[in-house]
């Protein structure tokens, strides 16, 4: 048997202990890197070394000395994840100026740079610019887009959809084996993977549906609908959306519907930025109020609109809005958690969908540092967690000198509990059969139980 391919380990420096820099050091040192953490709070700086194998330094990520301490001279990578964009942006700058083969990447969050953001990662250098909250005002507008999904994952530059939902009682999908699904299905799809009484499994043609599994299937864009239509499930556009909380992914969010014709009503509870919101977003209905409040859900008319989407910082009052919106019949529903953790306990409350930005901004990042930990033959494009971290969906691009070029696919020896789901060809999304073979320059999307591919070839045995 071939000897696994040892992946090299990276010397990561994480400025930041937030919500997205713990995430960040739980999933990268999970897989293996060398990580620092810095933060100018000793006691969190303290706790997360306490809880994890890293390294931690007490101080202010744009101070030189500081810097130096934490290993500048030697990192690969340095993250720059704090509360402030101006401190992201200048710690990132300086880090580049030292290692000259070191990449940076930071967080910015105010919509004033929204548009200067090309020009800023261009003038300064760093790598990547990523923005948690216009990223998970994306993740939701998709989902809005797809009522029927509790979960909308976009592939292939948007031209794939990885939608993920749950078989109501007495559809047509309970009891169908899963090899019977073309008749079903007039289209390009493939069915990646099965959640049922908290098992996760990736599929065979023989396995049968149960109402109440936890399904995603993959498809082209523009058949997703095709989807709920052939198995008889609600389609089309919402007209309506309540957004409670007026913050920045609210604001992301609001512009995003409006630019496609939506009604949308913000409730915020803070005067000063209902008047801001209201400069912003003159087309939107903003209501100063507490949306908590049952009252002034009902008078500001949530019996009437079609989506309510909870979205103030406090996750429980996030959870608790949206269990008495989803009182109303067909209401569909959104909630943001930031800082909760249990899982198990919220996919009990059958809160619809649920979104979490600390783990949208860490997957995009993550990507990208596998991306550049690997380089023999493809790069990861894409990465999605699913299923509590249990599954993963990576897409890779495919380049000369992949071992997986030109093998048909039935002769390929794959890892078990993994699926080549499907291939991007120059823009044309496809479905593969055992004959195909994967070519230089293809997107792959590859769905697994595995953790930690960062190269097309970690798919082979």
């Known amino acids: 048997m071939p000897e696994k391919r040892r992946m090299p380990t990276m010397h990561i420096i994480i400025v930041g202990c937030g919500k997205v820099g713990i995430t960040l050091v739980e999933q990268l040192s999970r897989e293996g890197h060398d990580i620092t953490v810095l933060d100018i709070n000793e006691r969190v700086v303290r706790d997360v070394t306490e809880l994890y194998d890293v390294m931690g330094i007490t101080g202010s990520g744009v101070h030189m000395q500081v810097l130096r301490e934490a290993g500048l001279e030697t990192a690969d990578i340095v993250i720059s994840v704090t509360g402030s964009d101006e401190i992201n942006l200048l710690c990132c700058t300086i880090a580049k100026k030292v290692g000259k083969r070191l990449v940076s990447i930071a967080r910015v969050r105010n919509p004033e740079y929204i548009e200067e953001l090309p020009y800023l990662r261009q003038q300064l250098g760093i790598a990547m610019i990523i923005n948690p909250d216009l990223e998970a005002a994306r993740e939701i507008g998709r989902i809005i887009s797809r009522p ?19 078989i109501p009682e007495g559809n047509v999908l309970d009891g169908k084996q899963i090899l019977t699904l073309d008749r079903l299905f007039s289209f390009g799809y493939i069915l990646c993977a099965i959640e049922r009484d908290g098992e996760v499994s990736i599929p065979k043609g023989t396995d049968s549906l149960k109402a109440g599994d936890d399904i995603t299937i993959l498809a082209a864009s523009r058949d997703v609908n095709k989807i709920f239509t052939a198995i008889g499930m609600r389609t089309g556009s919402l007209r309506s959306c309540m957004i409670i909380g007026g913050g920045k992914t609210s604001y992301y969010l609001a512009r995003q519907l409006l ?55 406090i996750d429980e009052e996030n959870i608790l809005m949206t269990l008495y919106a989803n009182r109303i019949q067909g209401l569909k529903t959104i ?35 596998r991306a550049r930990r690997n380089s023999i033959g493809s790069n990861v494009e894409t990465l999605y967690h699913m299923f509590d971290n249990r599954v993963e969906a990576i897409e890779f691009h495919i380049e000369k000198g992949s071992p997986v070029i030109g093998i048909p696919l039935m002769r390929l020896k794959k890892k078990d509990q993994l699926l080549i789901a499907c291939i991007n060809r120059n823009g044309k999304i496809l479905f593969p059969r055992g004959q195909d073979t994967i070519e230089a320059g293809d997107g792959m999307i590859v769905i697994t139980k595995h953790t930690g591919f960062g190269d097309a070839s970690d798919i082979l045995l």
């Open 148 to 166: 029927q999904a509790r979960s909308v994952s976009a592939f292939a530059k948007g031209h794939a959809e990885l939608v993920r939902f749950t």
């Open 259 to 313: 630019d496609q014709r939506m009604d949308v009503r913000i409730i915020e509870s803070d005067p000063k930025r209902c008047d801001e919101l209201d400069a912003l977003l003159p087309e939107a209905t903003i209501i100063n109020g507490n949306g908590s409040d049952e009252q002034v859900l009902k008078e500001e008319g949530i019996d009437s609109v079609e989506a309510f989407v909870a979205l103030t910082g």
């Open 335 to 369: 909630t943001k958690i930031n800082r909760i953790t249990f899982n198990d306990v919220i996919d009990d409350l059958d809160l619809g969908s649920v979104v979490y930005p600390k783990y949208i901004c860490a997957e995009e990042i993550t990507a990208y540092v």
